[in-house]
């Protein structure tokens, strides 16, 4: 699995970086995680707002941080 945390830093998306981390090492998948902090790669995904999370090329959601069930749900919906 392929994820991709998008955003320039800010505290939510430091949030989302860890929060990620830890539904993956929860659910034991094997995942290559990256953040992405450059503001053109960011725009390259159409993303306008971060923090934004990117599951297997197809951004999954932006602007927010979800709950962690909600992070746990996407993710294990992109595993199928």
């Known amino acids: 699995m ?3 945390i998008l955003g320039p830093g800010c505290k939510n998306c430091v949030l989302l970086y860890k929060m990620t981390t830890q539904v993956i090492q929860e ?3 094997e ?3 990256e953040k992405i902090e450059d503001y053109g790669q960011i ?3 159409g993303v306008m707002s971060t ?3 990117v599951v297997n090329g197809t951004v999954a959601f932006s602007g927010r941080v979800p709950t962690p ?3 746990r749900e996407i993710i ?4 199928k």
């Not at 294990?76 to 595993?79: F, G, M, T």
């Open 2 to 4: 392929d994820i991709k």
């Open 27 to 29: 659910l034991g998948i």
């Open 31 to 33: 995942a290559n995680i």
């Open 43 to 45: 725009a390259s995904y």
């Open 51 to 53: 923090p934004a999370l």
């Open 69 to 71: 069930r909600n992070l």
């Open 76 to 79: 294990e919906a992109a595993q």
